[in-house]
């Protein structure tokens, strides 16, 4: 089994920034794909960036440019640097694995952007 923990997530005004951070822990032996999906209220859970185990970096069209996803695979930490913020980027953030084959998730952390 896999665990992930989540933290950064809170409040920010408009333009700013949050860095949000995913360990995950168990018995670990190479973690998959690492990355980020997000779920605003009454809306699905959406792709926000996703990176290999060789660094090969996705995101969707609307962070790209303002966000940045890194993975550390000695630590088995994934992190989302978030700048630019906009109103429409609230919303509660997952993290997710692919572990053989078996995609886990964290338990989200909200993040609000307001004036």
């Known amino acids: 089994q896999v665990q992930l923990v989540e933290s950064g997530g809170g409040l920010v005004q408009p333009g700013g920034s949050l860095r949000l951070s995913c360990a995950a822990s168990g018995n670990i032996f190479s973690i998959e794909d690492m990355g980020w999906y997000r779920q605003a209220p009454g809306k699905q859970r959406d792709l926000v960036a996703q990176?290999?185990?060789?660094?090969?970096?996705n995101y969707a069209d609307s962070v790209k440019g303002r966000f940045t996803i890194s993975r550390d695979n000695a630590k088995n930490t994934v992190d989302l640097r978030m700048n630019s913020l906009k109103l429409a980027d609230t919303a509660v953030y997952f993290c997710?694995?692919?572990?053989?084959?078996?995609?886990?998730w964290g338990q989200g952390t909200q993040v609000a952007v307001s004036s």
């Open positions: 990176i290999t185990t060789g660094g090969r970096t």
């Open positions: 997710y694995v692919k572990y053989l084959g078996v995609t886990y």
